[in-house]
């Protein structure tokens, strides 16, 4: 049996030793957190996160699908708010189709105790990768007993995007890496339940608040609160930088999201407490050494969360390596290599395509233009269903590589251009006219 070594039980380290428990490997998966079992604490950067379906099938490749749907909650559309406090509503695909809250700390507890069930796996916490021979698959790990180095033949890298492995494959000739902030942070802020419990805001939904260059979102938790998001710049007259106390941000809420600041009576403590967090995009390649060392989840390609991809891309990339160790009998050179090769193009797309997204949720979903552009879509695609897959769906409903997604989803953004450009386009949406005009543009 074939011994080998996870580094970082986090969301996607510990599906993956789940899956190699499964493929019959013996797995020792290092931590450096102590078990929040022990601690009590759950540590982690957003409380909840979006679980779609190239997610899900990867879950449900190890049998755990069920289990996680017990406790998550879908979200059948995005609600926009304007400054007003009016609402619109876009359904995210079809009727009946959802991206699903999860909560990461829940997700991540669960995901390690599944890979703890298994006979062969030991998920070692409070062990900090300090070091690893890239070369020979082994990593170094310092312990309350002191530094031990890990066995097996290899090393599966899942540290996340400030990767300890990684660090080493920068110090290799000719390994590319490229590391980019952008311009914008995050905070968390939280919406309690209301007085039975209840959510206080439309609970099967993701809300938006698009202003422009910022936004503010929130996703329901089961006990019926909501977890917010402000994405905001990190510099600038409207920035972290600029809401420098509690009063100012308040202000502000009050002029931008008031109908959200009435529902965070706490705001000014949560203000003062919760940090500002940066974004950051991580690329780089080859993502393995031999059939050594191998990285992937955030340590290969972290990205930014607008499109909800990230944790949803690391468990595809479990479920595209199990694929690929069948494909090639388990023989890690040849894997690592087919792994980096095949995924590496797809990671590049989904960053793009999370980048852009950026854009249409902050921005666009606020434009009346752009909701009907979405409308016309959905109509063309329920009129001819093999013609036109949305690439919302394409990148959240479908296992369509995230490369294919992106083309595609160019080629649809130039067709809809000149349709949004006729004349009373409003009013003749529906129109046969406007549906064989589009049907004649794919052809
Ligand atoms: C604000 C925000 C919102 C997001 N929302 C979504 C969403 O809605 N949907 C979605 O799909 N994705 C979302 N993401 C992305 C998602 O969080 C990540 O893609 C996902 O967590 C990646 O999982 P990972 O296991 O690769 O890395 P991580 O979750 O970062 O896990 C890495 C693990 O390695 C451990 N580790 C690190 N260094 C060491 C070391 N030296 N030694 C030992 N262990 C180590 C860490 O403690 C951690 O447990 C969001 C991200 C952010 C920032």
Redesign the pocket.
Known sequence: MKHVSV????????LWALFLAKRGYSVDV????KDPRKTGVA????I?????DR?WAALEKVGIGEEVRAHAIPMYRRVMHDVAGQLSFQPYGKENQAIYSVS?GGL?RLLVEAAEKQADVRVHFD????DADIEAGTAT?ETDHGPITSKGSALFA???????VRAQFQRRDRFNYEQEYIDHG?K?LHIPPGPDGQHLMEREALHIWPRGQHMLIA?PNPDGSFTC?LFFPMEGTESFEALHNAQVARQFFSAQFSDALTLMPDFEAQWDQNPV?S?VIIRCAPWHVGGKTVL????SH??V?FY???????FEDCHVFDRILDAHQDQFDAAFLAFSTERKPNADAIAELAMRNFVEMRDLTGQPEFLLQKKIEAAFSARYPGKWMPLYSQVTFSHIPYADALAAGKRQDAIMQTVMARPNIGEIWQSDEVMEAILAELA
């Open positions: 580094v970082g039980a986090g969301l996607v380290g510990s290092y931590e450096r957190r540590e982690g950067r957003s909840n996160l979006a679980l779609s997610g990461r991540n062990h900090r990768c300090v790990f899942t540290d996340g995007a400030f990767s300890k995050y968390e996703l998001t967090s974004l992937f989840g955030d340590a972290a990205i969360p909800g991809q990230g944790m949803n891309s690391g």
